[in-house]
């Protein structure tokens, strides 16, 4: 099985909250996980990714938690932003950089 | 991080002609690059796999007579709409791998228009 299940599809935080999506993924070959955001009418930009070898991973904001056991992942959003108003994708991939499974997306809205 | 320019950013053509989206890496070489496409509020569905100096490999369901692809060097991929018609209209989004790891550049898209 390819599929990446993604959820929420949409989503609304408050500024200063956190933001939490969700992947699950059936594929125990998967071994790069990373987001993507992406606005309207652009192309999607990498946030940050994960390799299976590490339960966490941390950059600025954006945390991805990471449950090899139940293949799982997520994305924390932490002190959401107004800015941060965008559509997330998670994604999979196997061995070197092989083509990108992607969830169904998530839409966030950071409300004031 | 690396950039991904795709050209043009939006086109529109009228059905029946051929219409050709350059999707370029500036500042790394790109033995691999992937082209999607993307209908509004869904999911990017990958249409190719395309590498240098090699045949693309279709997803299946892909007519490739219809969406043609060309890696003809290690900074440049292209795909030609042939034949478009309207259903053709799409947002197309290409994508680099960064050198022989993981990470996955996309570009901005191309908004095709077929009327």
């Known amino acids: 099985q390819q599929q990446v299940k993604q959820s929420p599809q949409s989503l609304i935080v408050q500024k200063g909250g956190i933001s939490i999506i969700n992947c699950a993924y059936e594929?125990?070959?998967?071994?790069?996980f990373p987001w993507y955001q992406q606005f309207p009418g652009k192309g999607p930009a990498l946030l940050i990714a994960?390799?299976?070898?590490?339960s966490e991973k941390k950059e600025g904001r954006f945390t991805i938690s990471f449950n090899k056991s139940a293949k799982q992942f997520s994305l924390h959003i932490m002190d959401s932003q107004p800015g941060d108003s965008a559509t997330y994708f998670c994604?999979?991939?196997?061995?070197?950089?092989?083509?990108?499974?992607f969830g169904t997306g998530t839409q966030l809205k950071v409300e004031l | 991080g690396a950039v991904v320019s795709q050209h043009p950013s939006r086109v529109i053509c009228k059905s029946g002609t051929s219409v050709k989206i350059e999707c370029r890496s500036l500042?790394?070489?790109?033995?691999?690059m992937f082209w999607y496409r993307q209908f509004p509020k869904q999911s990017l569905m990958l249409m190719a796999t395309?590498?240098?100096?090699?045949?693309?490999?279709?997803e299946q369901g892909v007519e490739k007579d219809k969406f043609l692809i060309n890696h003809a060097s290690l900074t440049l991929s292209t795909l030609t709409v042939t034949s478009a018609h309207p259903e053709d209209s799409s947002f197309y989004i290409c994508?680099?791998?960064?050198?022989?790891?993981?990470?996955?550049?996309f570009g901005e898209g191309s908004w095709l228009t077929v009327v």
């Open positions: 994508s680099a791998r960064q050198g022989a790891g993981n990470t996955i550049y």
């Open positions: 594929n125990t070959a998967f071994d790069y």
């Open positions: 994960i390799r299976p070898d590490v």
């Open positions: 994604a999979a991939s196997t061995g070197g950089g092989n083509k990108l499974t």
């Open positions: 500042d790394f070489q790109a033995t691999t």
């Open positions: 395309s590498n240098e100096g090699s045949k693309a490999t279709y």
